[in-house]
């Protein structure tokens, strides 16, 4: 989640290391004391869902071989090559070549999300002239599973996951300058797991709607991988269904957090006959759509989601997050619980979207904003909308997704960066000028900045 080679396999004795559980603590507690061990080999297919795969597959892209599975380096391509493995093995069609879908981004990103770019593209419809700004590579990780149904299989519900993570911890650690591999065993190796789970669970008896499991690239530097999809997406979104978020599921405690249960009129009853039936742990429901994690770019192109976490920790975004940490049998429940909820959906019954109350927002040295959510993945000058949140200012002004603000306040928006500190001296209830791109055409409008 964004604040933005192995051994032989050792005896289940070794893969699982048990720690005591004493009268005093909660059942989420003792439900969850199996911890991961590490160097194991990877999982071989079977339906079932058990924490000695989670823990295999959290092992293996948690090794230090995978060097933190920073977008853009070898570390993060091993890690997509094993998980397209993976795909093929469980008979997922790819939608695209050897199951990629590549795109670039900044290549700044990596190195300090406060760089400037001296010069901008001079491509079609850009502002300025100059040298191409330096570009990085790399891939969501997609494969489908086409549905039982033939009247309904051309509908889909996206089941998600991002598989890289901060590398070296030069941008985003908490604790800079260690050097230190980030291996992101929760963030975000546990909820690869349980996307693989889920696949290998439903390959074996696939639902009326078709699955479309995603593994995201480049989430920890801006959601970019989910922003891509929803750009250029390889199942047409108008036919996509639901997306189902999985992003740090690997410490279950006393409660699981639910995000985006507004989203949708269906989700309050889905959730509840799960509870009813003894599928769910105790939920923390929170109804919006928006949050640090891939749901939110799904959300804001119009699609209902849902995404499970079960909440930060002292190792989060830093050298510690490794598999012995990961709370195994919790993992499970989790992931059980997720194969029941995507059974729900893609079993055919409607899930209509709804506007959710907005309070989950990125945490920014600012009071006030636009609602909008930045495109992070755009290399040319100014803002690029990936979202405009309905009835925010941006869409009172006029501004809609694919936008790109050039000018606010009176001052030039040379980039992301540059649009945060411009932010940062304005006032609520204060209007100023923007003006923004539109297919090659300016605009020039009104907005009213709202308090955070």
Not at 232 to 246: C, I, K, R
Not at 260 to 288: M, Q, Y
Not at 430 to 450: F, I, K, N, Q, S
Request: charged share 20%; with cysteine.
């Amino acid at each position: 989640m964004s604040i933005r080679v192995l051994v032989a396999l050792p005896a289940l004795a070794a893969l699982l290391a048990t720690v005591p559980a004493t009268a005093a603590q909660s059942v989420a507690d003792r439900d969850s004391v199996l911890r991961c061990g590490e160097n194991l080999p990877p999982p071989e297919p079977t339906p079932a869902i058990t924490a000695a795969e989670i823990c295999r597959t959290i092992a293996v892209l948690a090794a230090d071989s995978m060097e933190g599975r920073e977008a853009g380096t070898a570390g993060a391509e091993r890690a997509a090559g094993w998980i397209a493995e993976r795909f093929a093995a469980l008979g997922l069609e790819p939608l695209a070549d050897g199951y990629r879908q590549e795109f670039s981004f900044p290549a700044a990103l990596k190195r300090d999300p406060h760089a400037r770019r001296e010069t901008a593209p001079a491509a079609h419809g850009e502002r300025g002239a100059g040298h191409a700004a330096e570009l990085s590579t790399t891939a969501n990780v997609v494969g489908v599973l086409r549905g039982a149904d033939p009247d309904l299989r051309g509908e889909a519900v996206v089941v998600g996951a991002h598989y890289d993570h901060l590398g070296r911890g030069v941008v985003g650690s908490l604790a800079p300058g260690t050097g230190a591999i980030h291996n992101g065993a929760d963030d975000n190796a546990s909820g690869v797991a349980g996307l693989l789970e889920l696949a290998e669970a439903f390959a074996a008896d696939p639902p009326a709607r078709s699955l479309v499991f995603l593994a995201f690239g480049g989430e920890e530097l801006g959601t970019l991988g989910s922003q891509h999809w929803t750009k250029s997406p390889l199942w047409p979104l108008e036919e996509t269904v639901a997306m189902v978020n999985l992003d740090m599921i690997g410490r279950m405690r006393d409660a699981l957090t639910v995000y985006g249960t507004g989203t949708s009129s269906a989700w309050p009853t889905i959730l509840d006959s799960l509870a009813a039936a003894g599928k769910a742990p105790e939920l923390e429901r929170v109804p919006d759509g928006y949050g640090p994690s891939d749901h939110a770019a799904f959300y804001g192109a119009g699609i209902p989601v849902i995404a499970l976490f079960t909440g930060t920790h002292e190792e989060y975004h830093r050298p510690g997050d490794d598999p012995e940490t990961i709370r195994a049998r919790g993992t499970e429940r989790v992931v059980r619980l997720a194969k029941a909820l995507v059974a729900a959906v893609a079993a055919g019954r409607p899930i209509p979207f709804t506007r959710a109350p907005e309070t989950e927002r990125r945490a920014m040295a600012f009071d006030v904003a636009l609602g909008v959510v930045p495109d992070y993945g755009h290399a040319g000058e100014g803002l690029a909308l990936g979202s405009v949140r309905a009835g925010g200012p941006a869409d009172a002004a006029g501004l809609e997704a694919g936008d790109v603000i050039v000018r606010l306040a009176g001052r030039e928006v040379t980039d992301v960066y540059g649009y945060t500190e411009i932010l940062s001296t304005l006032e609520a209830g204060e209007p100023v000028e923007v003006v923004w791109r539109r297919d090659g055409a300016e605009h020039a409008g009104t907005v009213t900045p709202e308090a955070r």
